[in-house]
């Protein structure tokens, strides 16, 4: 049910978008969009799906990254298929990947899958949702650093991202995006100004918890969306650690009723 919403939205949202910035490494979209060492340099586009079992969550959280890390969805050299069958291909692929890494143990270090199975181990994983804020990234890395193409990037990231949001409804929206694209998520969800969709923002650095602001912040989104916005999880500085470890106690144990 909701994958299947999810992909009509994709499709309306993607339905003027150049499908050469689907092929990988074709020449032609190579020629297109800018020279770019013989490459495109854009992954496939990462189009969120959600568990079979997602309808009947009782507690749906989505968790917004930043971007993959050399993401395909085609295979070397092959062009775009139709829309309907890459935005398919691309939502199985993620469906695959998401379930495989909910299963695998933890990796050294902090990682960002690290922290989603602590998530799924607190909260259940029928309603957990792994999505980014970039759909595209470039080289294996940030989009930001793509000056051609970024402003394309950018409309649809925001599109898509609202989009999953609309259909998928959740609960809880943890922004675990970093801060390098900080102006990009307040271009989103702007945070002050007459567009501002983020209200009651509050931060945990009194009441002993002693946790400063840049590190973990909440407020609601469209007035019913609990939010948590903090660094990304693969962050090392000793505070960014601590808040993570302190987000997953404020999460609802997934033992308990639910409490909305």
Not at 24 to 33: F, G, I, M
Not at 77 to 82: I, N, Q, R, V, Y
């Amino acid at each position: 049910m909701y994958n299947d919403l999810l992909a009509a939205r994709y499709l309306e949202v993607l339905k003027d978008l150049d499908t050469s910035y689907l092929d990988r490494q074709v020449p032609n979209a190579e020629a297109k969009h800018g020279p770019t060492q013989g490459k495109t340099g854009l992954s496939g586009l990462f189009l969120p799906s959600v568990s079979e079992a997602f309808a009947k969550a009782k507690l749906k959280i989505m968790v917004i990254g930043s971007e993959t890390a050399g993401w395909n969805v085609l295979k070397e050299g092959e062009a775009c298929p139709t829309l309907p069958t890459y935005i398919q291909r691309g939502m199985a692929k993620h469906q695959a990947f998401f379930a495989k890494r909910l299963q695998a143990p933890n990796s050294r270090g902090y990682t960002f899958h690290n922290f989603m199975r602590s998530i799924s181990e607190r909260c259940g994983t029928d309603g957990l949702v792994y999505s980014n804020l970039f759909c595209f990234d470039w080289n294996g890395g940030s989009p930001l650093r793509q000056k051609n193409y970024f402003p394309t990037i950018e409309k649809y990231s925001e599109l898509l991202i609202k989009a999953q949001i609309d259909v998928l409804e959740p609960n809880i929206i943890i922004f675990a995006n970093g801060m390098s694209s900080v102006n990009s998520r307040r271009k989103f969800f702007p945070i002050n100004g007459e567009n501002s969709v983020c209200t009651n923002g509050r931060d945990y650095s009194g009441n002993g918890i002693g946790i400063q602001n840049r590190h973990l912040w909440s407020f609601n989104l469209y007035n019913r969306i609990l939010c948590y916005r903090i660094h990304h999880p693969s962050a090392r500085a000793v505070e960014a650690a601590r808040a993570r470890k302190f987000l997953l106690t404020l999460l609802p144990d997934a033992t308990l009723p639910c409490v909305q």
